[in-house]
Each structure stands twice: as structure tokens, then as C-alpha cells.
């Protein structure tokens, strides 16, 4: 009896040492799929109170892009993120990028598109013209 039981507790750890293996090596290659230049990155960066204006900005941006990029978004070749600037996590990201207060920026690399004016200007009152300015600048930003 005591052999059984030693045999099995033997297979269980084999078992979850290539289970274990086999998952490590998965989130490796899916993070290595997509190269830090070939990614497009849109990044809105904000405080933690905000106003409509605000919240309008960042819902148009990522609907925008989620809906000119699906394919892209999926593959992880896009993406979006709201980060908020007064978070420790959120101060690193926006240093990173030299941002100090709300900004949406589109990022490929080092270059950079800054669209908070734009964004401000239509993501309430134009949003057709928000969509259109997005599309130009990672349009612009897949050619380089």
C-alpha cells in the first residue's frame, strides 16, 4: 500500500512539473511574438478625480481604436491603456513618456503622437473627427 501511494505521489509531481513547464514556456513565446518597436500603444493618462470631459476622452479613444483595429487589438500588435498619473505604477509609465498631466499619446517605438488637444477638442462633440484623427496618426506610425 505504502508502494502505491508512493508511485502516485511520484506521477502527480511529474504531472505538474510539465504542466508547469509547458505553461511557462507558452506566456514566452506569446510575449515574444510581438516586438516592443512593431507595438502600437495608446495611452491615456489621467488623475483619479475627473470630470465628463475627461471620461469622454478616454472612452471614445479606446472605442476608436478597438473598433479601426480589431485584428490588431486581438494579436496584441495594439493596445490601450488608461493609466492614472497619481498611482506609483502610473507615475513610472508616464515619466517614462514625459508626461506629467492628461495626455493621450499613440506610441510606436520612440516616436510618439500626442492627440490630448485633439481628443479634448472632439471626443464630445465630434467624435466621427476624433476617429478620423486617430486613424491618421497610427496610420502614420505603422509606416515608420
Known sequence: MKKLGFILVIVMLFGAVNIGCGQASNKKDKKNSVSK?????????????????????????KKNLESLYPEEIKKGVMTFKAVNIEEDAGKAIASKYNESSQALIIVKGDKKHNITNEGFMYA???PDKFKEIIKE????????
Not at 137 to 144: F, R, S, T
Request: with cysteine; charged share 40%; proline share 0%.
Open 37 to 61: 518597436s512593431e507595438k502600437i500603444e495608446m495611452y491615456y493618462f489621467h488623475f483619479s478625480r475627473r470630470c465628463a470631459g475627461c471620461k469622454a476622452v478616454e472612452a471614445e479613444a
Open 124 to 126: 464630445r462633440s465630434n
Open 137 to 144: 496618426k497610427v496610420e502614420d506610425l505603422k509606416k515608420k
